[in-house]
């Protein structure tokens, strides 16, 4: 339970790290702590081994020492993520690599989240726009936060695995123990750090009330005495056990403590981190580019969906009304072909054909050569009793006793097996109703209905009619007294 409300605390504390600002709310010097970072990065101690260089000449079995700004520079730059476009202008400009490799940083303790960008013109809802007056005066690109913790995500040592990489402060010193120098990448390194800041704090911190974490933030502790204490944690994890370069007396008498942190005044503290008048004026000039720029795409784009809905409400009252459609280039050619092409196709609520014809597709059977020269509707009479049936009891007992093609010209058939055994028969051989298997067929005052002889359960047809489930429409389309009947296949 106590490992639990620790986690959750952690995580809490973690959350309330990151900066949050409004969309086009600049980042100061002060939401950096640019005055930390510089010392960090503009420290001379060349004691960090850096993996990504060859050995010294002359000492093939010691490796090359850098100090912390190439190390961490270069193992942004050997990141499989890092474009090669990044990669190139790094190269070319070490000012715009430092900048970059300071808001990597953030990044990579988890002060600056994935909700951030960079780019004015970026369009996203997800991301907030934020200009970085401080670090974009050698190059404006800094890319996005999500870009670069994938960059930083990827950074890892040559031999070193995604299932061995450690996790903990403990597998750090205990790599390093064992003489594997460097114990892991420097941008792991910081991700150990940042997630066990508890315990980074009591074993480094001592009585002080803060954890590493707070080294980022802006407190009353000078800024210098903040990055020694960060650069000593990084050599302590990242080196073999051996003297700390970043000792201080206090570290020297403390042994396994950070060197001692210097308490400002609260003038003192006003007097670091200035933004000069410059990074003023670009912060304004860049936050009303982005306002314009989102006001400008919202007027894009709600004149977009204007004019979406405006054709799809002509292209609805189109298809309400199919008559005055516009004639393709063959129905103007042949008037007869565009009546009979309106009443086999119907239009969906876009007013586009719901079926495409096919260029050798069967023309549709007229109705009027398989029924009697009479259009006078019938009314069915059945051959076992004068009594008059619903429709639904004729459907069932045509379906249950009468062959429709039974060849017979006896008079007590019924009047409905006549009539179906005429519409087969105009059929040509061969058609999909005489090679199907035999269909029964029943012909009703108002509907048509084609079907094999089923026990199956009743389906609902045409609303409060019911029949077998199981009915097989054979003809691709059937105007029959208004109902148009649709073939399934």
Same mark, same amino acid.
């Given at each position: 339970?106590?490992?639990?409300?620790?986690?959750?605390?952690?995580?809490?504390?973690?959350?309330?790290?990151?900066?949050?600002?409004?969309?086009?709310?600049?980042?100061?010097?002060?939401?950096?702590?640019?005055?930390?970072?510089?010392?960090?990065?503009?420290?001379?101690?060349?004691? +960090?081994?850096?993996?990504?260089?060859?050995?010294?000449?002359?000492?093939? @079995?010691?490796?090359?020492?850098?100090?912390?700004?190439?190390? #961490?520079?270069?193992?942004?730059?050997?990141?499989?993520?890092?474009?090669?476009?990044?990669?190139?202008?790094?190269?070319?400009?070490?000012?715009?690599?430092?900048?970059?490799?300071?808001?990597?940083?953030?990044?990579?303790?988890?002060?600056?989240?994935?909700?951030?960008?960079?780019?004015?013109?970026?369009?996203?809802?997800?991301?907030? #726009? %934020?200009?970085?007056?401080?670090?974009?005066?050698?190059?404006?690109?800094?890319?996005?936060?999500?870009?670069?913790?994938?960059?930083?995500?990827?950074?890892?040592?040559?031999?070193?695995?995604?299932?061995?990489?450690?996790?903990?402060?403990?597998?750090?010193?205990?790599?390093?123990?064992?003489?594997?120098?460097?114990?892991?990448?420097?941008?792991?390194?910081?991700?150990?750090?940042?997630?066990?800041?508890?315990?980074?704090?009591?074993?480094?911190?001592?009585?002080?009330?803060?954890?590493?974490?707070?080294?980022?933030?802006?407190?009353?502790?000078?800024?210098?005495?903040?990055?020694?204490?960060?650069?000593?944690?990084?050599?302590?994890?990242?080196?073999?056990?051996?003297?700390?370069?970043?000792?201080?007396?206090?570290?020297?008498?403390?042994?396994?403590?950070?060197?001692?942190?210097?308490?400002? @005044?609260?003038?003192?503290?006003?007097?670091?981190?200035?933004?000069?008048?410059?990074?003023?004026?670009?912060?304004?000039?860049?936050?009303?580019?982005?306002?314009?720029?989102?006001?400008?795409?919202?007027?894009?784009?709600?004149?977009?969906?204007?004019?979406?809905?405006?054709?799809?409400?002509?292209?609805?009252?189109?298809?309400?009304?199919?008559?005055?459609?516009?004639?393709?280039?063959?129905?103007?050619?042949?008037?007869?072909?565009?009546?009979?092409?309106?009443?086999?196709?119907?239009?969906? %609520?876009?007013?586009?054909? @719901?079926?495409?014809?096919?260029?050798?597709?069967?023309?549709?059977?007229?109705?009027?050569?398989?029924?009697?020269?009479?259009?006078?509707?019938?009314?069915?009479?059945?051959?076992?009793?004068?009594?008059?049936?619903?429709?639904?009891?004729?459907?069932?007992?045509?379906?249950?006793?009468?062959?429709?093609?039974?060849?017979?010209?006896?008079?007590?058939?019924?009047?409905?097996?006549?009539?179906?055994?005429?519409?087969?028969?105009?059929?040509?051989?061969?058609?999909?109703?005489?090679?199907?298997?035999?269909?029964?067929?029943?012909?009703?005052?108002?509907?048509?209905?084609?079907?094999?002889?089923?026990?199956?359960?009743?389906?609902?047809?045409?609303?409060?009619?019911?029949?077998?489930?199981?009915?097989?429409?054979?003809?691709?389309?059937?105007?029959? +007294?208004?109902?148009?009947?649709?073939?399934?296949?």
């Amino acid at each position: 339970m106590a490992t639990q409300k620790a986690n959750n605390s952690s995580f809490a504390r973690r959350k309330a790290f990151a900066i949050k600002h409004q969309e086009a709310e600049p980042l100061i010097r002060r939401d950096l702590q640019y005055d930390f970072l510089h010392h960090i990065f503009a420290a001379q101690e060349r004691v +960090f081994t850096d993996p990504t260089l060859s050995p010294s000449k002359g000492d093939a @079995s010691s490796p090359s020492t850098v100090t912390f700004r190439d190390l #961490y520079v270069h193992a942004l730059m050997n990141s499989p993520r890092c474009s090669r476009a990044l990669r190139e202008k790094m190269q070319e400009t070490p000012a715009f690599a430092t900048d970059f490799a300071k808001m990597s940083l953030l990044a990579n303790v988890g002060r600056v989240n994935t909700t951030m960008t960079f780019l004015p013109e970026m369009r996203t809802a997800l991301r907030t #726009y %934020h200009p970085v007056p401080s670090l974009q005066k050698a190059d404006a690109n800094l890319q996005d936060a999500p870009r670069i913790k994938n960059i930083l995500k990827a950074c890892s040592l040559k031999d070193e695995a995604t299932t061995n990489m450690p996790v903990t402060p403990a597998e750090l010193r205990a790599r390093a123990a064992t003489g594997v120098v460097p114990s892991t990448s420097i941008v792991n390194l910081l991700f150990v750090l940042s997630n066990h800041f508890t315990t980074v704090a009591h074993d480094h911190f001592g009585p002080l009330d803060i954890d590493f974490l707070d080294l980022f933030l802006p407190i009353r502790i000078s800024s210098l005495s903040r990055a020694r204490a960060f650069l000593w944690l990084a050599f302590h994890y990242h080196e073999a056990p051996s003297a700390n370069p970043f000792d201080d007396e206090h570290a020297r008498q403390n042994v396994g403590l950070i060197p001692g942190l210097d308490v400002l @005044s609260e003038e003192e503290f006003e007097q670091e981190n200035v933004d000069p008048e410059d990074e003023r004026d670009y912060a304004t000039k860049m936050t009303k580019l982005r306002m314009e720029f989102l006001a400008k795409n919202a007027q894009t784009t709600e004149g977009n969906n204007s004019k979406d809905r405006k054709g799809v409400t002509k292209l609805k009252a189109r298809a309400s009304s199919p008559g005055k459609s516009v004639l393709t280039k063959r129905e103007r050619s042949d008037p007869d072909s565009s009546v009979e092409e309106s009443n086999a196709e119907e239009i969906d %609520h876009l007013g586009r054909p @719901s079926q495409r014809r096919r260029p050798n597709a069967p023309k549709p059977i007229e109705i009027s050569h398989a029924l009697s020269e009479s259009s006078t509707p019938r009314t069915f009479i059945g051959h076992s009793n004068g009594s008059h049936r619903s429709i639904l009891q004729q459907a069932w007992h045509v379906v249950t006793t009468v062959d429709a093609f039974f060849d017979s010209d006896e008079e007590d058939v019924d009047e409905p097996a006549r009539h179906a055994y005429g519409m087969a028969s105009a059929l040509p051989r061969g058609s999909p109703l005489t090679s199907d298997v035999p269909l029964q067929q029943c012909v009703s005052r108002y509907l048509l209905i084609f079907t094999r002889a089923s026990t199956l359960p009743l389906a609902p047809v045409s609303g409060s009619e019911r029949a077998p489930v199981n009915i097989a429409i054979a003809f691709p389309t059937l105007p029959f +007294f208004g109902v148009h009947i649709h073939s399934s296949r």
